[in-house]
């Protein structure tokens, strides 16, 4: 079974950074399309960010030029490097593969507040 684990998240004043890593055990996840994904509060989770094995990397709109997935192959974890964030960027993160495993991570809170 593969178990994803989310990590890096904090509280982090408007225009700071943070890295989110996400740990996988079980199987090899960077060899597949992976997402991270945010759920803010009363909202539905979308998804911000996708790599692909190839190292192609798209992302939302909203985030664009301000995050960057990345990989570690030998760790089998994937990165997201979050920088001028901002207060709409507050939520929950989460990463999963494509197909999803299930379960999901606990997910990593971030807020952005002053």
């Known amino acids: 079974q593969v178990r994803l684990v989310e990590s890096g998240g904090g509280l982090v004043q408007p225009g700071g950074s943070l890295r989110l890593t996400c740990a996988a055990s079980g199987r090899r996840v960077t060899i597949f399309v992976m997402d991270w994904y945010r759920q803010a509060p009363g909202k539905q989770r979308e998804l911000v960010a996708r790599?692909?094995?190839?190292?192609?990397?798209t992302y939302v709109e909203s985030v664009e030029g301000r995050f960057t997935v990345s990989k570690d192959d030998a760790k089998n974890t994937i990165y997201l490097q979050m920088d001028n964030l901002k207060p709409e960027d507050t939520g929950v993160y989460f990463c999963?593969?494509?197909?999803?495993?299930?379960?999901w991570g606990p997910g990593t809170q971030v807020t952005v507040s002053s």
């Open positions: 999963n593969a494509v197909p999803h495993y299930e379960p």
């Open positions: 790599l692909h094995p190839s190292g192609e990397k």
